[in-house]
């Protein structure tokens, strides 16, 4: 038995998996139903700035100045690329955090949502946000400040063309308001909707998480061709859904590559991390995946299964080995006693 599990492990190697332990290769041939992050692993995660689109009352020029001043200090992809979009379209220089003086800058968290800077200039103090829909939204209204009609509408737009939204919000010594959506474009990787229908014939069900607003996450998940999704995902949510899935004796697996993904995957039957992950995610998963290809899991269900058929079969013919010894010893023991035998 124990050289089956060693022969599963070194076959997961050949596909370029590193299973930590042969347990993990086991649960994967039960596995029942597959969570995907969707950034990185079922789209490029590359997401970029496509165009800056205000609200009524609002020029693009002073929506770009307050979309690039908020990313600044935002060292992700899709961050970089606003302030590149500022700076090629409408001919913004490029600043740095460091010529800001005084400046407080707050960083994304999956709780806020949200992130920015606040400014002191020329005596008078600027917030600026950029964040989730609702996040933004909430941060106006409990300063006071109105949320234009067509706010919605413009987010909803872009979401219904599975682009991702990002508010951005000013807060003056006119008040707060919101100024207007930054467009984040995201691809889907090549090959998505056939892995995931082969995943489907195989019994197992796939639900995409994401932190994007339930639009945006319909669009993807139409697009990729996966069973369900979970849209503004905290950690909290992504655990609270592994727990309601193995309440009901279901093996789940996990694959992920953030931090954020770090506490599912450790909570998952088989975590699965991304190559191009964290280390944060890697340590937590029991599997990491050099290829960083997320429906991987198929040809780790596949190995899982051979795994388990090949236990059944050798424990099937170790008890029939052992009742055909008793057949043949018991008889023989008792056969001076009773020759019939």
């Keep these: 038995l124990s050289a089956i599990g060693i022969a599963g492990m070194d076959r997961l190697v050949q596909r370029n998996v590193l299973a930590m332990s042969g347990r ?58 606003i302030v590149v979009l500022a700076k090629e379209k409408y001919g913004l220089r ?5 010529e800001l003086a005084g400046a407080e800058w707050a960083a994304f968290t999956a709780q806020t949502r949200m992130s920015g800077v606040d400014l002191v200039e020329n005596g008078s103090r600027r917030k600026v946000r950029k964040g ?30 599975g682009g991702t939204p990002l508010l951005v919000a000013l807060e003056d010594d006119a008040g707060a308001r919101v100024l207007g959506v930054i467009h984040l474009k995201d691809v889907v990787k090549e090959g998505m909707r056939e892995r995931f229908d082969e995943l489907r014939r195989m019994g197992i069900k796939t639900v995409m998480i994401t932190g994007d607003n339930p639009l945006t996450a319909r669009a993807i998940a139409e697009e990729a061709g996966v069973d369900d999704f979970l849209a503004e995902a905290t950690p909290e949510d992504k655990m609270a ?26 909570q998952a039957d088989v975590g699965v ?25 198929i040809e780790i269900v596949g190995i899982g299964k051979q795994l388990l058929i090949t236990r059944g079969a050798l424990t099937t013919f170790s008890i029939a080995n052992d009742v055909a010894k008793y057949f043949a010893i018991i008889p023989a023991m008792f056969a001076v006693v009773d020759p019939s035998l």
């Design 273 to 297: 991390a991304m190559n191009t992950g964290t280390s944060a995610a890697k340590e937590a998963g029991n599997m990491v995946d050099l290829d960083s290809n997320p429906t991987k899991l």
């Design 241 to 266: 859904l592994i727990r309601r899935e193995q309440a009901g004796g279901k093996l789940v697996a996990m694959t992920g590559d953030g931090t954020n993904d770090a506490p599912a995957l450790a």
């Design 94 to 98: 490029e600043r740095h955090q460091g």
């Design 132 to 161: 989730a829909t609702g996040s933004v939204i909430a941060w106006v209204e409990e300063r006071g400040g109105p949320v234009s009609e067509d706010t919605r509408e413009l987010t909803n737009a872009i979401s219904e063309a």
């Design 24 to 81: 993990a290769v086991e649960a994967a041939g039960d596995v029942s139903t597959l969570l995907l992050d969707k950034t990185g692993t079922i789209t490029l995660g590359n997401r970029q700035a496509a165009e800056f689109v205000p609200v009524r009352g609002v020029t693009e020029a002073e929506l770009a100045d307050a979309a690039q001043l908020s990313s600044l200090a935002d060292e992700t992809p899709e961050g970089r690329s």
